[in-house]
């Protein structure tokens, strides 16, 4: 089973960036598209940006402009870069995958991804 393994995250003050990692222990290419999720205390976990095999990106309205998804299949990595940061961004941080196909609009939904990290907390505080 794919493992996956989220790092980067840390202690930041609004305004700032961060760059957050997921590993994955096999092959990323057999998978259909690689999506990070978040989680704040007290609310449901929810989609931020996806990318499919091909590169097809997604955003979330409450990111858009400010995070950019990449995936590279050849490290089996996929990385999520988040600049102005704000307080509410504070959060877990996870990462996932799946392997069953799903229109670009569809694939911040979580069902599907069968694969998860522990993820990494993201605190955003001056």
């Known amino acids: 089973q794919l493992q996956l393994v989220e790092s980067g995250g840390d202690l930041v003050q609004p305004g700032g960036s961060l760059r957050l990692s997921c590993a994955a222990s096999?092959?990323?290419?057999?998978?259909?598209?690689i999506g990070w999720f978040r989680q704040a205390p007290g609310k449901e976990r929810e989609g931020l940006s996806c990318?499919?095999?091909?590169?097809?990106?997604n955003y979330a309205d409450s990111v858009k402009g400010r995070f950019a998804i990449s995936r590279d299949n050849a490290k089996n990595t996929v990385a999520l870069q988040m600049n102005s940061l704000k307080t509410e961004d504070t959060a877990v941080y996870y990462c996932a995958a799946r392997r069953v196909p799903v229109l670009l609009r569809g694939c911040l939904d979580q069902d599907e991804y069968e694969n998860w990290g522990q993820g990494t907390q993201v605190t955003v505080s001056s």
């Open positions: 096999g092959f990323l290419g057999d998978y259909f598209a």
């Open positions: 990318v499919t095999r091909s590169g097809g990106t």
